[in-house]
Every structure is written in C-alpha cells, then in structure tokens.
C-alpha cells in the first residue's frame, strides 16, 4: 500500500523534477490511499495557483485511490506521532494513515526525512527568505560536493614563514588608514 503526500501529488501534477518518481505509486491506485486531507490540501493549492478546472481534475484523480477519511481513531494517533516526530498537523494525519494500513508514504516534505516506512525524495529547490514582505535572503540546496580542497585554494598558507603574529599583521595593515 502507498500513501502519497500533498507535496508529491503537487509535483505530479506540476510535472516537476521529481514527478516521475512519484507516478509509480500514483498511477497504481490499486494500492493507493488517498487521506482526505490530502484532497483538501492538494486542491487549495492548485486551485491557488494553477486555477479552479485543473483543481478538480486532480481532485478526481485522487479520487481514484481509496479515500481514507479522518475518524476519531486516526486522529488521536495523528496526535502521537505528530508530538513524537514534531510533524505539522497534515503531515501527522498522512504518517498515521500510513502507519495505521501498514503502507509506505511517498513525500519530498522534509518533515518525513527521516521517519521509518518513508521514501522521501529531496526538492533541491531555493527557499526565499522574506520579512515583512521584503527579501531577506535566499537558502540555496548544497551541490555535489567539489573535488576543490581548501588547502589548494592561494591563500591557504600565504602566512607560512611569517614571524608576525596575526594582530601585529593586522596593525601594521590598519596604520595607514589611523595615521591620517
């Protein structure tokens, strides 16, 4: 059994990077379950940004897996892993669905990084930092690591030999600039 998370839905849908990953265990919807958050949340975002037709067309397909609803049952476990693995509301409810029919959650939300009976797929996408609706900064993905060595870099080393400590250095290059 497959539970796929609203994050992965929305990258099937938008054809993203990682939207054929995520087509194995959609397009097999014998083995799909659909929490009804899901629904809720997939479709609010596509309604959001993309518009209200292609909303209800992914509504409809996510119809095709069985829908799990949230009962009482659900909720309470939803309660305990989400205060175990400090997981957001959604995603707490998408882990206990999971949990509860033994299935495997399908996800790039981080939230699930390391959680057991998860397949998890990084977005390596920048993440705008804003305040107060200003840009603050950008968090960009690490790379793949480099083959450059900082010992390589020129400067490594350029005080190798010097009898200087670091302060009279410092000192000796600020004189200029205090003497005027």
């Given amino acids: 059994m497959n539970v796929v998370d609203s994050s992965a839905w929305i990258s099937y849908f938008t054809d ?33 940004h ?10 409809a397909h996510m119809n095709l897996g069985r829908v799990v609803p949230l009962n009482s049952s659900l909720a309470l476990n939803a309660a305990v892993y989400g205060l175990e693995f400090k997981l957001p509301l959604a ?35 920048s993440v705008t930092v804003l305040y107060h609706g200003k840009v603050r900064g950008v968090i960009v993905p690490a790379q793949e690591k480099s083959e450059f060595r900082v010992k390589d870099h020129p400067f490594f080393g350029m005080r190798k030999g010097s009898e200087e400590t670091v302060l009279e250095e410092l000192n000796r290059l600020r004189k200029p600039r205090h003497d005027v």
């Fill in 91 to 125: 995603d707490s409810i998408i882990y206990a669905t999971a949990k509860k029919f033994g299935a495997k959650v399908w996800t790039q939300d981080s939230d699930f990084k390391d959680l057991p009976g998860v397949e998890y797929y990084p977005r390596n996408e």
């Fill in 16 to 48: 993203d990077k990682n939207s054929e990953i995520f087509a194995t265990p959609i397009e097999d919807v014998e083995q799909l379950l659909v929490p009804s958050i899901s629904l809720t949340e997939v479709f609010k975002y596509m309604n959001r």
């Fill in 50 to 59: 993309v518009d209200e037709g292609v909303a209800l067309q992914a509504f």
